[in-house]
Antibody, heavy 120, light 107 residues
């Protein structure tokens, strides 16, 4: 069964930057679309960003406004999210997820998440 | 943007009960609707995709129905393990919107 392991979260000041990583095992990473989803503790779920299997297409939630960049390295079975100009409201648990072969599908496999805390 | 509205926000029920959670989309989303279950401290788990397709390993007491703008998740015969928060989600190409969640509590 596939596994996704996020890392890179931490505490950062407003305006700062972080780079999240997700390493995947147990499935053919370079065939799968990948995404980041976040959740404020005790609150709902929000899609952050996604990227196709070949990095040919990608997208972001409206709130990103050019601050985040998603990328992947199929040779390393890894997904990344570069986050800049972080705001207090970006504080959340960030999950790495996959939609399988298609970008436009349900999120069928989730990591355990990495916590991002933006605080002064 | 498509909005997804779940009701109720909280649902109290007993083991063995049959319960239904409704999800309404602000526009026609055909059957691009998924349901997730989330327990405290855990990642969400996909239960149903394409409005009614049960994921492998999900108990048959879970079922989904609907199309267009109105969808329902039904749990027939609640087990103790089913008390959790449930989310609906519309999905499309780089457009994914979740409902606000329904917390299913033990009465």
């Amino acid at each position: 069964e596939g596994q996704l392991q996020e890392s890179g979260g931490g505490v950062v000041q407003p305006g700062g930057s972080l780079r999240l990583s997700c390493v995947v095992s147990g499935f053919t990473f370079d065939e799968y679309a990948m995404h980041w989803v976040r959740q404020v503790p005790g609150k709902g779920l929000e899609w952050v960003s996604g990227i196709s299997w070949d990095s040919g297409t990608w997208g972001y939630g409206d709130f990103v406004k050019g601050r985040f960049t998603v990328s992947r390295d199929n040779g390393k079975n890894s997904l990344y999210l570069e986050m800049n100009s972080l705001r207090l409201e970006d504080t959340a648990l960030y999950y790495c997820v996959t939609t399988g072969l298609s970008v436009a599908d349900a999120f069928d496999l989730w990591g355990r998440g990495t916590a991002v805390i933006v605080s002064s | 943007d498509i909005q997804m509205t779940q009701s109720p926000s909280t649902l109290s029920a007993s083991v063995g009960d049959r319960v239904a959670i409704t999800c309404r989309a602000s526009q026609n989303i055909n059957n691009f609707l998924a349901w997730y279950q989330q327990k405290p401290g855990r990642a969400p788990k996909l239960l149903i995709s394409r409005a009614s397709a049960l994921e492998s390993g999900v108990p048959s007491r879970f079922s989904g129905s609907g199309s267009g703008t109105e969808f329902t998740l039904t749990i027939s015969g609640l087990h103790p393990d089913d008390f959790a928060t449930y989310y609906c989600q519309n999905y499309g190409s780089y457009s994914y919107t979740f409902g606000q969640g329904t917390k299913l509590e033990i009465k």
